[in-house]
C-alpha cells in the first residue's frame, strides 16, 4: 500500500510538472521579440564593426525578429549571417526569458596593412584572413609595402593559407610577412618600435622604427628571431651608449653580427 501511494504522488507530481511546463512553454511560444542587446566584446581594441552596423545587418537581412514570436527567430542563422560579415570572427546569439534577443560580437584582429605593389591595400587579422580596408576607422597596425606581388584581392574573405596560386619566392612574400608581424605583434618591444616593413626589388625587408634615424635590413625572413634578438642586444648594448641618430643603417644579414652605417 505505501508503495503504491508513493507511486501515486510520484504521478502527481509528473503531471503537475507537464502542465506547468506546457503552460510555460506556451507563453514562450506567444512571447515576441521586444528588443535586441548588441554586445561589441572587444570594442575597445578595435572598431571596425558598431552595434548600429550589426542591428541594421540583422534587421535587414535576418528576416523578422522585433515584434515577433521568440520560437520563430533562428538564431543559428543569425549567427551564421553575422559570421560572414569580414570584420566579425565570431557571433553568439542567444534569447533571455525577458523578450529580449542578445548578440555577443567578437571582432577579427589585423596585424597588418599591406599596400601591394598595384597600390592595393587591405588588411591581414591574425588567422591568416584578408579583410578590406574600411574609410570608417583605421587600425593602428604594421604597415607593409614595396615589391608585393601575390594575388590575393581584399574583397574576398578567404585565408592566404587557403590560395591556389602556386607558391613562387614572389608570392611567398606575402607568407613571410605574415609571420613576422605575428612576432612583432608578440612582443612588446617590437610592436612599439617597428612601424613600417619595406619589399626591397630583391625581396628582402627593410624595417623602419619609430625610435631613431635609422632603417634596418633584415635580409630574408630566415631564422627572423635570431636577428631580431641580435638587434635587441645591439640597441641594448649599443645605441643606448652610441646614441640613436648616429646610424643611417643597421644590417642583420650576416650571421653572428650587426653592421651599421653611420649617417
Sequence with gaps: MRKLKILFIWLCLGGYLVTV??????????????????????SLTNRFVTSDDVMKIMLENGGNILGYPRHTINTYELEDLLSGVP???????YKTADGKLNADII??????RVINQRGLSYYLDSEGVILPVTPNYTSRVLVANGYISEPFLAESLKSIFKSEVPETRRNSVIFDLYDLALFIDSSELWKA????IHVNNKYEYEM???????????GDAYNYVTKFRKLEAFYRYGLNSMGWNNYGEINLKYENQVVCTKR
Design 193 to 196: 618600435q617597428i612601424t613600417q
Design 208 to 218: 623602419i622604427p619609430r625610435v631613431g634615424a635609422h632603417v634596418i635590413k633584415l
Design 87 to 93: 570584420f566579425i570572427r565570431n557571433a553568439t546569439l
Design 107 to 112: 571582432q577579427r584582429r589585423p596585424v597588418l
Design 21 to 42: 511546463l506546457s503552460f510555460v512553454r506556451g507563453r514562450y511560444d506567444k512571447q515576441v521579440c521586444g528588443a535586441i542587446n548588441i554586445n561589441i566584446i572587444d
